[in-house]
């Protein structure tokens, strides 16, 4: 790694890596044959693709029917390259201003949401320059961050107040950086002054994905490779569990909301069993990383 793409020390990082974690065979891991393979990656990205030509023509229609058709084109892509998808916990809520807060563990985490609870994304600059997945992350709205540039971070916190001020929703994976699912990170405090600025609720939710390791997106994994490993999977079942919100007025400041909603979220995981990878949550280099998110 060069001195100019070296990350900034204060951003967060996670001892997750692709051999470490995602080739982790876990205790049922079976493939499928690379002519399903080929098959699923083809028709998940013409999914994706048919998403991105047909967006503009549902610009024009109400909210609620473009949220709806966000969650039916979602469930697609995602049944496409093979995942399937289930819902559990609380009824999802149809409407009004959410802050939407879930721990992160693969890119596949961002169409698991919106098939669920479809809202504005938080996500790193660098998705944007992502073929395919950028120009449907643009599309959909996403409040894109430079974690180079932490000074610009409160322009985005108020540019998230503003879009639930005015009753929307707002997805943010707090972790700032992907985890295998085995282990997990601290929940980064700056998106929750969205929700104590305009009196949103949080509503934490939990993903977990069944193998986890080929669903896993960690350290220095390419897209490429995390997009084979995926089709090439006999099955993944991923599971979101939707927790009872969190009310913002309940907190003095976003420091204690951010624990809340991390401690609801780590008390759902103490709920599953997985088999670590990880002997202890140490200190790795930053580029162990592979989506990061300032506090």
Not at 206 to 212: A, L, N, S, T, W
Request: glycine share 8%.
């Amino acid at each position: 790694m060069t001195a100019s793409t070296a990350p900034s020390p204060w951003l967060p990082t996670a001892p997750c890596t692709p051999g470490r974690c995602a080739a982790h065979p876990g205790p049922a891991a079976p493939r499928a044959g690379a002519v399903q393979g080929v098959l699923r990656l083809a028709a998940g990205l013409a999914a994706v693709l048919a998403g991105v030509l047909l967006a503009p023509l549902a610009a024009p229609l109400p909210a609620g029917r473009r949220l709806l058709l966000v969650r039916l084109w979602c469930r697609v892509v995602l049944r496409a390259f093979g995942v399937r998808v289930r819902v559990t916990g609380a009824h999802a809520p149809a409407a009004g201003p959410l802050l939407v807060v879930a721990n992160h563990v693969s890119w596949l985490d961002i169409p698991l949401v919106a098939a669920v609870l479809p809202g504005r994304t938080l996500a790193k600059r660098e998705v944007r320059g992502w073929p395919v997945l950028g120009p449907v992350a643009a599309l959909g709205g996403t409040f894109f961050v430079d974690r180079d540039r932490i000074r610009n971070l409160p322009a985005t916190v108020e540019a998230m107040t503003r879009a639930l001020a005015a009753g929307g929703r707002v997805v943010v994976f707090p972790e700032g950086s992907t985890w295998c699912g085995r282990a997990g990170g601290v929940f980064r405090r700056a998106a929750f002054q969205a929700a104590l600025d305009s009196g949103s609720d949080v509503q934490p939710v939990r993903i977990d994905y069944r193998p986890v390791g080929p669903a896993a997106f960690v350290g220095e994994d390419t897209l490429g490779a995390s997009l084979w490993r995926i089709a090439t999977a006999r099955r993944i079942e991923a599971e979101i569990r939707i927790l009872d919100p969190i009310s913002s007025m309940r907190y003095p400041d976003r420091r204690a909301l951010a624990l809340a909603a991390q401690s609801t979220v780590a008390r759902e995981s103490a709920n599953r069993s997985f088999s670590s990878v990880h002997q202890c949550e140490s200190v790795k280099p930053a580029s162990a990383s592979s989506a990061r998110t300032p506090s």
